[in-house]
């Protein structure tokens, strides 16, 4: 399918670690790179992870992503309440010719 | 260090064209290694990808938006910019203009969006 999903929302405890999926198909996660993005409320998204598990240098390395097949997950340890944010995945789809993004997902520390 | 700065107005009546422009400061569009893209949020909703523009002047549009979408470049000026016409109440949205990478199709920067409403 040419839609990328993720869960609406996530939750854990200052501290702990949490991951947030993204599910895609062979067109889109399957042959092409994944990116990731926090949105923290009211600003724009920023680029979280790229080609799938990299980090750009200003991630903390809390932060981390894999791929395998059509789908992708990104992980994050040591929670901390400034985390709390949307965040969305995104590849290209090659069926579409478009990038798609997931629904985001709601990160809460509680 | 690259940034990106959206201008135009946030107010655009139904069935008018939407003109959004993107300034690029802190390095030139004419980059080889980048493409310049258009993104909207509707309030409460995922991403939707508009299109993107090479430096040499090729798009790509999204094709549920192809029929309505124009997106050109000026690298004299280094600014790219978005035309959507016939605007209706679903387009109203937060816009973003950001770089992607070409072929890994990653995104950064992006501007801080502007938010365009629909409304007679």
């Known amino acids: 399918q040419s839609v990328l999903t993720q869960p609406p929302s996530v939750s854990a405890a200052p501290g702990q670690k949490v991951t947030i999926s993204c599910s895609g198909s062979?067109?889109?996660?399957?042959?092409?790179?994944v990116s990731w993005y926090q949105q923290l409320p009211g600003t724009a998204p920023k680029l979280l992870i790229y080609d799938n598990n990299k980090r750009p240098s200003e991630t903390p390395d809390r932060f981390s992503a894999s791929k395998s097949g059509t789908s992708a997950t990104l992980g994050i340890t040591g929670l901390q309440t400034g985390d709390e944010a949307d965040y969305f995945c995104?590849?290209?789809?090659?069926?579409?010719?478009?990038?798609?993004f997931g629904g985001g997902t709601k990160l809460t520390v509680l | 260090q690259v940034h990106l700065q959206e201008s135009g107005p946030g107010l655009v009546k139904p069935s008018q064209t939407l003109s959004l422009t993107c300034t690029v400061s802190g390095g030139s569009i004419s980059s080889d290694s980048y493409y310049w893209s258009w993104i909207r949020q509707p309030a409460g909703k995922r991403l939707e990808w508009i299109g993107r523009?090479?430096?040499?002047?090729?798009?790509n549009y999204n094709p549920s938006l192809k029929s309505r979408v124009t997106i050109s470049v000026d690298t004299s000026k280094n600014q790219f910019s978005l035309k959507l016409n016939s605007m209706t109440a679903a387009d109203t949205a937060v816009y973003y203009c950001?770089?992607?990478?070409?072929?890994?199709?990653?995104?950064?920067?992006w501007g801080q969006g502007t938010q365009v409403t629909v409304s007679s």
């Open positions: 995104a590849a290209w789809d090659s069926s579409l010719s478009a990038v798609l």
């Open positions: 950001a770089r992607g990478v070409l072929i890994i199709n990653w995104f950064d920067p």
């Open positions: 523009i090479y430096p040499s002047g090729y798009t």
């Open positions: 062979y067109s889109n996660i399957g042959n092409n790179y």
